[in-house]
């Protein structure tokens, strides 16, 4: 009897899809290889089995490609003796060194009760291990760990060969790498592992079946046996084909399981060109944030360099004044972009606390004072009671100084910056106007898209950057940030933040 699995139901490789060549980032390319090899080699398990080879020479063939293909040095297998008291160690492995020569002739002598050693660990738990170091665990832990320590071997994983809750083996890989537990990895070789012990009741399937209608050949030609007798191996035929049958279903079952695998593979690509899309966003970003400030301080040190002599007090004065502002916008970017990476990372906590809007509005505009002075900016605030919110105190004032230092750098000399608190709802809104140049309503729809964002406006601002760190701190402090603006009328830019004791 011979199983076979219809291999149109197990995707093959793409080989369509292109990862974007990046020499600055090689590690996405070299993944993408990696999951193509890995799904690559459980296709070959799969015809493999279909193919109904021998079972050692397949084993061998698994122990090689599983090295081979996911970077282990060493691969053994250890198989039930006949009482099924021990487990025995496989003639079949397979090695990538000749130093590992010596190993596994100390291997030969050894056998591993259920739970004892890394085999016997796996065989009694049904269930995969992973162990780091075995050169640092002890002899009783790890009964060949200085023989480990000795050729240079460290990470091992044990994984048992499964079919329908029984051990059938234990595949046991080494590699000479320090590596902690890779979840993917594991479950690759446990999917292939699974594939084995299919094969492995198979072929016991098969063997007592040929073995049934052996003794059922030989009730026929003995005319001696009783008709009982004959009913009864009759009954044993079908109770055997019908476990195969069952078992046949069950294969197929396996096969969705793979799909499943081949699934995750193909998400993993997707989220690779996701952030490789995302990284091109990002340096795009950056490079538009610095481009402008680091031009003008180029052209004013050019000034200074050449001019320093001619130069009067005032003019000097004035030129380092603007050296100083464009110094202060690297700054506030550089500092925008640690936060959002913070933030990103999800290193950024958020530790909400009762707060005083007053002192907040106030401790925003003093750190501008500076600012508004040198652009003899009208500034102010008006809030309608006294009011405490509900928020971070750090990611607040990073909101409120992003939008006045863009309400500042936006407003023509002279002009005016306002700051309006008012209670709405169980909200508190926050407006801050400027009565700068405005913005269409082209520039308004794009102000917080990731994709336009560092396009937007032209000159020296920093926009991109800022403004998508405070919509997002906003979000962390369950509130909402968005605008409002005409050519020629300036910008409002509002947000909401929890009141205290809604």
Not at 61 to 80: D, F, H, Q, R, Y
Not at 201 to 208: F, N
Request: hydrophobic share 40%.
């Amino acid at each position: 009897m011979k199983l076979s699995v219809n291999e149109e139901e197990f995707p093959q490789p793409t080989t369509d899809v292109v990862v974007r060549q990046d020499p600055g980032f090689p590690e996405w390319e070299a993944l993408q290889q990696q999951r193509e090899k890995e799904l690559a080699l459980l296709q070959t398990i799969t015809k493999l089995v279909n193919a109904s080879i021998d079972f050692h020479e397949l084993l061998a063939i698994i122990l090689k490609n599983v090295c081979e293909t996911l970077g282990w040095n060493l691969g053994e297998a250890w198989l039930p003796s006949t009482d099924e008291s021990v487990l025995e160690c496989s003639p079949v492995w397979y090695s990538n060194s000749d130093t590992l020569e010596e190993f596994r002739l100390w291997t030969k002598g050894f056998v591993f009760s259920a739970g004892a050693g890394l085999p016997g660990r796996v065989w009694l738990s049904k269930q995969p291990e992973w162990n780091t170091n075995v050169s640092q665990e002890s002899n009783i832990l790890f009964f060949r760990a200085s023989l480990a320590t000795q050729v240079g071997l460290k990470s091992a994983l044990g994984v048992p060969v499964l079919s329908r809750g029984e051990v059938l083996a234990v595949l046991v890989f080494f590699m000479f790498e320090d590596r902690n537990e890779d979840l993917h990895l594991v479950e690759i070789i446990s999917a292939i592992a699974h594939q084995l012990g299919t094969l492995m009741y198979v072929k016991r399937m098969e063997q007592t079946y040929r073995a049934s209608e052996a003794r059922y050949r030989r009730i026929l030609d003995d005319h001696e046996r009783s008709e009982a007798k004959l009913q009864r191996y009759a009954q044993e035929l079908r109770d055997t084909q019908h476990l195969v049958e069952n078992r046949a279903s069950e294969l197929l079952a396996d096969h969705e399981t793979l799909k499943k695998v081949h699934k995750k593979l193909k998400k993993s690509e997707a989220s690779l060109r996701d952030l490789n899309r995302s990284k091109d966003k990002l340096f795009l970003m950056i490079a538009n944030n610095l481009q402008a400030p680091f031009a003008a301080l180029l052209g004013l040190a050019e000034g200074l360099m050449h001019n320093s002599v001619v130069l009067s007090q005032t003019e000097t004065s004035h030129m380092s004044e603007r050296l100083m502002l464009s110094l202060q916008q690297v700054l506030q970017f550089a500092d925008n972009l640690l936060q959002w990476s913070t933030l990103q990372g999800g290193l950024l906590r958020y530790s909400p606390q009762v707060l005083s809007l007053e002192t907040l509005l106030q401790q925003s505009m003093s750190l501008l004072a500076e600012a508004y002075q040198q652009k003899s900016l009208n500034c102010g605030y008006t809030l309608e009671k006294p009011l405490t919110v509900f928020a971070d105190p750090h990611m607040v004032q990073s909101i409120l100084h992003n939008l006045l230092s863009n309400a500042v750098k936006f407003t023509p000399l002279n002009g005016t910056i306002r700051l309006l608190a008012f209670q709405k709802n169980k909200d508190v809104e926050i407006h801050v106007v400027d009565t700068g140049k405005g913005m269409t309503s082209q520039e308004l729809a794009l102000l917080f898209d990731w994709e336009k964002c560092p396009q937007q406006r032209e000159a020296p601002h920093g926009i991109g950057m800022g403004l998508l760190l405070c919509k997002e701190l906003v979000e962390q402090n369950h509130g909402r940030l968005w605008a409002e603006s005409q050519p020629g009328q300036g910008s409002t830019f509002k947000l909401t933040l929890p009141l205290a004791n809604s």
